[in-house]
Antibody, heavy 114, light 112 residues
Framework: EVQLVESGGGFVQPGGSLRLSCAAS????????MTWVRQAPGKGLEWVSS????????NYADSVKGRFTVSRENSRNSVFLQMNSLRADDTGVYYC???????WGQGTLVIVSS | DVVLTQSPLSLPVTLGQPASISCRSS???????????LNWFQQRPGQSPRRLIY???NRDSGVPDRFSGSGSGTDFTLKISRVEAEDVGVYYC?????????FGGGTKVEIK
């Protein structure tokens, strides 16, 4: 059974940093691209970033480019999202998804507020 | 960026009746490999999204056959043949033909 478990969310002040983690199991992680998607409170889904299976190709939404960094450790079946210079409009639930969304985690809540 | 426009925004449906959601793209979603990477997701209240349909018309494992996807190029449709109570939620289309990946704004399905 595919499982994706996000962690690392929390409350942070504007300008602060958080590192999200996503632990994967139940599939061949090192052959799968991974994606981060977020959802602001009461709003729709927004793609944030994707990383290729090898980690060699990374893509970012313009809204997070230069502030967020996606990475992965295939030996640990994990993908990460380092979020710096956080802003209030980064608030929301962050989901980790396999490939372009065939499986999703339960999400982790990030609140950016002073 | 590719803009996906869903309609309607809200869809009240009687149990057992059909429902249809449209997703229109600002440009063709046909990839250079010939595939069209248009997907449909369901998000029930309080839950994570779940993919229902990939590459326009392929149902994911475990998805009831009352869900079907169709379309081509820039025009796509998700149909529910007979709405059940468990189908309540928000439905999103998403394209992964072009970077950045983009989602439609969502269609809220509710029971009349």
């Amino acid at each position: 059974e595919v499982q994706l478990v996000e962690s690392g969310g929390g409350f942070v002040q504007p300008g602060g940093s958080l590192r999200l983690s996503c632990a994967a199991s139940g599939f061949t992680f090192w052959t799968s691209a991974m994606t981060w998607v977020r959802q602001a409170p009461g709003k729709g889904l927004e793609w944030v970033s994707s990383i290729s299976a090898s980690g060699g190709v990374k893509n970012y939404a313009d809204s997070v480019k230069g502030r967020f960094t996606v990475s992965r450790e295939n030996s640990r079946n994990s993908v990460f999202l380092q979020m710096n210079s956080l802003r209030a409009d980064d608030t929301g639930v962050y989901y980790c998804a396999k490939e372009a969304g065939d499986f999703w985690g339960q999400g982790t809540l990030v609140i950016v507020s002073s | 960026d590719v803009v996906l426009t869903q309609s309607p925004l809200s869809l009240p449906v009687t149990l057992g009746q059909p429902a249809s959601i449209s997703c229109r793209s600002s440009e063709s979603l046909v990839d250079s490999d010939g595939n069209t990477y248009l997907n449909w997701f369901q998000q029930r209240p309080g839950q994570s999204p779940r993919r229902l349909i990939y590459t326009v018309s392929n149902r994911d494992s475990g998805v009831p056959d009352r869900f079907s996807g169709s379309g081509s190029g820039t025009d796509f449709t998700l149909k529910i043949s007979r709405v059940e109570a468990e189908d309540v939620g928000v439905y999103y289309c998403m394209q992964n033909t072009h970077w950045p990946l983009t989602f439609g704004g969502g269609t809220k399905v509710e029971i009349k």
